[in-house]
């Protein structure tokens, strides 16, 4: 049997981004009326929230190289 821990090609699933993205939506909407500084702060440090996941450049690289 093989060990999986030490297998190169498991990767991560691909919408493994989406429950982060929901509990930082959650934080931002509950700061937001308490302090728009704060609010500020919270997105600045989410940089996935606002750079789009180049999941399909990397599974073309991987499935249609020539």
């Known amino acids: ?7 190169d ?9 989406y ?5 930082h939506w ?5 700061c ?3 302090s ?3 609010f500020d702060s919270l997105v600045s440090l ?3 929230l606002r750079v789009a996941a180049k999941r399909c450049a990397q ?3 991987r499935h249609y190289t020539c």
């Open 59 to 61: 599974f073309y690289q």
């Open 26 to 30: 959650l934080n931002q909407a509950l």
């Open 1 to 7: 049997m093989q060990d999986i821990r030490n297998n």
């Open 46 to 48: 989410n940089r996935h």
């Open 19 to 23: 429950p982060k993205v929901t509990v």
């Open 9 to 17: 090609k498991i990767k991560a699933a691909g919408n493994s981004t």
């Open 36 to 38: 728009l500084c704060l």
């Open 32 to 34: 937001f009326y308490q």
